[in-house]
Every structure is written in structure tokens, then in C-alpha cells.
């Protein structure tokens, strides 16, 4: 299994562009999430998704989107960058089994706005 | 809303001591875990931890113990015998087993010096 994958590492942008994180798993878990992590302020749950098809808001869901249309993949869209979205990117799936409860985190995105 | 409290953003410790991180949570709810993450400078999350909040008994993995004190919601980890690997960045968690969101505190730096 490859775990969590997450591209692209690094990314630039300027204000106002668009851009997608890509997040994917191959442990065919129905629970996936995306946080971003700021100096000071640990991980803030921006959106999870509990199965396809279906979404939630997090912590921090503005000027985000997300759409989960398989179980694998779970993008997260910035719709107009910010630069107060400067931050690193973590997706993350869980598994549940039993008394078994675990999150498996991607190796993260570190995203600059200009 | 839950919140988890990380009250130590700094600390260190001697090579082969005993270290302690704290962590506060606060939750209405009944239906939860608890999460000790660590995050090393290569910013992958590693889970070094887990607590159901309905076992009373402290979980322990290997040098690394919880001291879990349910109606004082208070979670924090003792890193036994502390090795130089451990320097890292550890993040406490809560997790809903209703929701499904999973809350992070923010973080406390631990260096162990040789």
C-alpha cells in the first residue's frame, strides 16, 4: 500500500489564483479529511468527507472546496488564493475497526500565496 | 465545540529521562478518543498513541505511556527513557465518535538533549 499520497510537495501561487491539492489512499478507507497547519495554532480541520459522495465543513472551510466522487480520492480546491492561505497542507483518512480507531496523514503540502 | 489545550509550546529534556507533555480537552460528549501525534522535521504525523475514552486503563506503547484522567479531562503523555529521535513536535488529539472531526491542540516542541 502506498498510504496516503499528496501532491504536488511545494507550490507557489499569486493572489487570486486557483489551484487543487490532489489527496489519495489505497486503503480503501471511507473517512478522509484536510487540515492545514499554521505556526503556533497545530492542525485546523478545514473539510472531511465520511464516504463518496458526501462532505462537511471543518474548523476552517472558507475559500475552500472539496468534492468526493470516489472512495480513493479526496481533492481540496482553492478557489481564489489568499495569502492568508499560506500553510501546509495535510489530508488524512481513518480506518475504524472494532476498538481500533487511526488516522494515516499524508506527507503534506507547503503551499505559498504570494 | 471541543477545544484541546496544549499548555507547553516548549520543552526539553536530558537524553535517557523521563519527560511529560500535558493536554487539556474539553467535550460534552461520551463517544471519544484521544490521540498523541508526532511530528518529526520531516512533517510526516505519526501516531505514537491512542486512549478510548471509555477504558479506564491508561494506554502504553513501548516507552510512551498516557496518564488519562477522564473527569478532570486532562490526556498527557510520559516518554520514557527519552532518546534523541524523539525530538519532534507532538500535537494531543481529540477525536468525535460522533461527529468524526478530529481536533488538534497546538503542539508542544520537545528537544532531548544528548
Known amino acids: 500500500n502506498a498510504g496516503v499520497t499528496q501532491t504536488p510537495k511545494f507550490q507557489v501561487l499569486k493572489t487570486g489564483q486557483s489551484m487543487t491539492l490532489q489527496c489519495a489512499q489505497d486503503m480503501n478507507h471511507e473517512y478522509m479529511s484536510w487540515y492545514r497547519q499554521d505556526p503556533g495554532m497545530g492542525l485546523r480541520l478545514i473539510h472531511y468527507s465520511v464516504g463518496a459522495g458526501i462532505t462537511d465543513q471543518g474548523e476552517v472551510p472558507n475559500g475552500y472546496n472539496v468534492s468526493r466522487s470516489t472512495t480513493e480520492d479526496f481533492p481540496l480546491r482553492l478557489l481564489s488564493a489568499a495569502p492568508s492561505q499560506t500553510s501546509v497542507y495535510f489530508c488524512?483518512?481513518?480506518?475504524?475497526?472494532?476498538?481500533?480507531?487511526?488516522?494515516?496523514f499524508g506527507p503534506g503540502t507547503r503551499l505559498t500565496v504570494l | 465545540a471541543q477545544t484541546v489545550t496544549q499548555s507547553q509550546p516548549e520543552m526539553s529534556v536530558q537524553e535517557a529521562e523521563t519527560v511529560t507533555l500535558s493536554c487539556t480537552y474539553d467535550t460534552s460528549e461520551s463517544n471519544y478518543y484521544l490521540f498523541w501525534y508526532k511530528q518529526p522535521p520531516s512533517r510526516q504525523m505519526i501516531l505514537v498513541i491512542r486512549?478510548?475514552?471509555?477504558?479506564?486503563q491508561n494506554a502504553t506503547e513501548n516507552r510512551f505511556s498516557v496518564n488519562f484522567q477522564k473527569a478532570a479531562k486532562s490526556f498527557s503523555l510520559k516518554i520514557s527513557d527519552s532518546q534523541l529521535g524523539d525530538t519532534a513536535m507532538y500535537f494531543c488529539?481529540?477525536?468525535?465518535?460522533?461527529?468524526?472531526?478530529?481536533?488538534f491542540g497546538q503542539g508542544t516542541t520537545l528537544q532531548v538533549k544528548p
Open positions: 486512549q478510548e475514552a471509555y477504558k479506564q
Open positions: 488524512a483518512s481513518r480506518v475504524s475497526q472494532g476498538s481500533t480507531d487511526t488516522q494515516y
Open positions: 488529539a481529540f477525536y468525535s465518535g460522533n461527529t468524526g472531526k478530529l481536533i
